[in-house]
């Protein structure tokens, strides 16, 4: 896995993230398994972290989704 594409997943996971932090039904949906549980977006973000050699800005970002999913 290249580093841009690291940037796009991280990007990515922080839209779904986003979209899970402003739904009022966010946690019902996760719940009823209308969406991916949250440990597969954790366990996306840490495939990534585990990558070798990653620029400082990606470890960055990476590890503020982890943050925010923590407080999802």
């Not at 949250?38 to 989704?65: Q, S, T």
């Amino acid at each position: 896995m290249g580093y841009d594409f690291a940037e796009r997943g991280l990007a990515h996971i922080g839209n779904v993230l986003g979209h899970l932090e402003h739904s009022a039904d966010s946690v019902r949906a996760i719940e009823a398994g209308a969406v991916v549980g949250l440990d597969y977006w954790r366990g996306r973000v840490n495939a990534i972290l585990a990558m070798p050699l990653l620029p400082m800005h990606i470890e960055r970002l990476a590890k503020d989704l982890l943050a925010r999913l923590d407080r999802l």
